[in-house]
């Protein structure tokens, strides 16, 4: 099973950056998880840059969602909303449609943020039939470097979080898939 797991943030020293990487590193063998950690690389949306005109970053990027079985976000909160690099990547897929039917979860690296995931879940149950809003995980890892969060996460108090998470997520996506049979 392929999973794009994709930061909503623009910091080399990324809380959630740190959390989606632990959980790829926790993640059983069955999965792929890929991490998805450039939204700062992607230009600003505008439909007079889509078709023939799409940059070619854009392009790889919308490949790996579409390569992808499902997705996983973790986002920070910027002002009380969605971050302007997440929602400019997904401004890139809107009038397209490999978004529409894919499985998406989130997972949150903050006890804080309740605003933020408000208006991204909304834009994600919007942009796919398949947002599972149910299927979320959060830890509160703020102020920790991601040295510290991989440590904690590999814990097997975490660990016993992060797996049977990740086993739920690849059961709705089978399902889905099942469903498409």
């Not at 439909?47 to 790889?60: A, C, L, R, S």
């Amino acid at each position: 099973m392929k999973i794009l797991a994709i930061s909503g943030s623009a910091r080399k020293v990324s809380t959630n950056t740190a959390l989606l990487k632990a959980m790829r590193d926790i993640a059983p063998s069955s999965i792929e998880f890929t991490v998805f950690d450039q939204i700062n690389n992607l230009p600003i949306f505008s439909p007079d840059n889509e078709g023939e005109k799409t940059p070619t970053v854009v392009e790889d990027f919308i490949k790996s969602v579409s390569d992808a079985d499902g997705i996983i976000i973790s986002s920070p909160e910027y002002i009380r909303c969605i971050p302007g690099g997440l929602k400019n990547a997904i401004d890139w897929m809107v009038s397209r449609t490999e978004i529409i039917d894919k499985p998406i979860i989130l997972v949150h690296a903050s006890s804080r943020g309740d605003d933020m995931l408000v208006s991204l879940r909304r834009v994600l149950s919007t942009v796919s039939s398949n947002f599972f809003e149910d299927l979320f995980l959060r830890f509160s890892l703020l102020s920790k470097s991601p040295e510290q969060i991989f440590e904690m996460l590999h814990t097997e108090e975490y660990k016993s979080q992060i797996t049977p998470f990740l086993l739920s997520f690849v059961s709705e996506i089978q399902k889905y898939k099942d469903q498409l049979e």
